[in-house]
Every structure is written in C-alpha cells, then in structure tokens.
C-alpha cells in the first residue's frame, strides 16, 4: 500500500466520518484559535512545525495557537486552562485530551467530568468548543463513549472516529500513542474540514 494511496484514503475517510455537530459563527482573521491538549496536541513525533496546530493555521491562514503539553491529564489540564482562556481570549477552543488518563487508567468518570468542566469553563467566556474523541485503551482502538456523551451534552461539534483511524495506520504514527508528520495533517485536515462544513470558514 503506498503512501499516496494511505492519504487518499485517509482524506476521504474524514470527508465521510470525521466530524459532526452544530454550526458555528465564521471566525475572524484577527483572532487566534486555541488547540489545547496533550502530546497530541504539542506534535510528539513530529517535526518543528508538524504539529497539528501549526498545519492548521497553514490551511486556515488564522492565528492557532499551540497550548499542548506532554503527558498532562485532564486534572491537570483543568488546572491549567483558566488561565490561558482569560489570557489569550480565543474565538474557538479545540480540546484534545484524555489520553493519558486512560493510559494510567484513571476512573473514566472523572475524566468526562474534568472535561465537562473546561467545556463549561469555556462556554462561561462564550468560546465555542470542538471535541477532539480519543480512542481508549482497546484492542480495537476505538473512542470513548464519553466523548460523544459530551458533545451530545454540550451540543458541541465533534471529532470522531478520526484520531483512532490514525492510530491504527503504522504510516501515520510515530510509536503506538502518537502521531507521525502525516497523521498531524491529516488530523488538521479532518478539523479545518469540520471548520468549513460548520461554517466557520469562507
């Protein structure tokens, strides 16, 4: 199977199943979006500038700013978003976390609950979220329940089924957890396309 033929694949599988969810008010090119996580969301295993955020505002030609930090939880990252909401003021929040709670099996009870809480945080400040589903530890890699129990809660737009479909290409991950340069971009790709369905780009 060749390169070329994975990332058409890829592509097309975002274009049917990648996103879904409400509609959004069209961004301002003077404002930033905020992509805030985990590793995922820093770009381990990819080079300066293959992280996703970085290819995002490449296709989107809008300021993204990278707020992930390697190895964080989403206690941990609950700790920490406040403070980066009131400090950069975003239009658009793009949240990518709960890997490393299920990694170190942490009750998925709380982690629905501390990502409740930043999705409120940010509702609070009128920022509009998209959800980023992670898979859980499985054989089959598939997403946790709790992401769509969320985004069905929150009415939020969400990111499905995509991060896992990555995690199961060895062409497009780094080691068994992250990403490599091409699952970065097809990731960005699969967010500015939910960016453009939801109307959030012109």
């Avoid at 199943?17 to 985990?38: H, R, T, V, Y």
């Avoid at 170190?104 to 979220?129: F, G, Q, W, Y």
């Amino acid at each position: 199977m060749t390169k070329r033929w994975l990332g058409l694949l890829c592509i097309a599988c975002l274009f049917l199943q990648g996103c879904s969810g409400p509609k959004l008010e069209p961004l301002s090119a003077n404002g930033d979006i905020l992509a805030f996580g985990d590793s995922l969301t820093y770009g381990k295993g990819a080079n300066d500038g293959g992280d996703y955020p970085a290819v995002l505002s490449e296709l989107t030609g809008l300021s993204v700013i990278n707020a992930g930090v390697s190895g964080e939880t989403t206690t941990q990252g609950l700790a920490r978003l406040r403070g980066l909401l009131e400090q950069s003021s975003p239009q658009l929040l793009i949240l990518l976390e709960g890997g490393n709670d299920f990694l170190r099996n942490t009750d998925p009870d709380i982690t629905e609950a501390n990502l409740a809480k930043m999705i409120e945080m940010a509702k609070a400040h009128s920022i509009p979220v998209i959800l980023i589903a992670v898979p859980q530890k499985s054989l089959f890699l598939t997403d946790a329940n709790l992401y769509s129990a969320l985004a069905e809660n929150y009415d939020l737009i969400l990111i499905e089924d995509t991060l896992a479909d990555l995690l199961k290409s060895p062409a497009m991950k780094s080691d068994t957890v992250h990403l490599n340069q091409a699952g970065y971009r097809a990731l960005a790709e699969a967010i500015h396309l939910s960016l453009l369905e939801a109307g959030a780009l012109y």
